[in-house]
């Protein structure tokens, strides 16, 4: 095992037993209960250690593979989570491929799937809308707009100790300076709220064209 996996493995088992609010006697007590194994006070104190100077740091990369088996299944997490392989707690496969397909959380798949199994195809169709819509929408010829999934991220991600940011006559937010049409960044100042409310009128007018585009 790599030594920063070694870390990080003392690390999530320390939060995962705290989690359960479960001292190191009474997880003892629970592993012996569930899966008929006897590990330590000492070792599973052991094998929490990450901090590198401590003499015990390191020492969970001796864990019997029947140990791991049974904490993995315990906290129902994975082995690659405990082992730090993974970021992805779940030890459902479905679940991990899912996460590394679409960079979404775990959390987000697990949600996705809720919605599925109850057969909520209304949330399903509506989020399959929004990933889609990446192309722009001209509704009257003059005015396109760019995808909502795209403007969202602006506007989540927007702060004003990012680039200066100046509006079009229409509305719409741009980085560059630029004053021919435009309303100059160096004219008006353009606080957090000027700049949200002009996006937000944007995603209203993106969401109004692509509904009537579908």
Do not use: W
């Not at 020492?59 to 299944?73: F, I, P, Q, S, T």
């Not at 030890?91 to 959390?107: H, W």
């Not at 919605?115 to 929004?130: P, S, T, Y």
């Amino acid at each position: 095992m790599d030594k920063r996996n070694s870390l990080i493995m003392a690390q999530r088992l320390k939060n995962l037993r705290n989690e359960r609010r479960l001292s190191h006697e009474s997880l003892r007590t629970a592993l012996m209960d569930k899966y008929e194994i006897d590990i330590s006070v000492d070792s599973l104190k052991n094998y929490e250690v990450s901090n590198v100077p401590h003499a015990k740091a390191y020492k969970n990369e001796g864990m019997r593979v029947e140990y791991l088996r049974c904490l993995a299944d315990f906290y129902r997490v994975s082995a690659d989570y405990l082992l730090g392989i993974s970021d992805v707690k779940s030890p459902n496969q479905d679940i991990v491929t899912a996460v590394k397909m679409t960079g979404l959380t775990q959390e987000s798949i697990q949600s996705l799937s809720f919605f599925h199994q109850l057969e909520d195809r209304e949330m399903a169709n509506v989020l399959d809308i929004l990933i889609n819509d990446t192309r722009y929408h001209n509704s009257d010829g003059n005015r396109r707009y760019r995808s909502i999934i795209n403007l969202l991220n602006f506007f989540f991600s927007y702060s004003s100790g990012s680039n200066r940011k100046q509006v079009f006559i229409n509305g719409h937010i741009v980085d560059r300076t630029a004053t021919d049409g435009f309303i100059s960044s160096n004219a008006i100042a353009l606080d957090d709220t000027i700049i949200e409310n002009a996006v937000l009128a944007e995603i209203q007018h993106a969401l109004i064209s692509l509904k009537k585009s579908l």
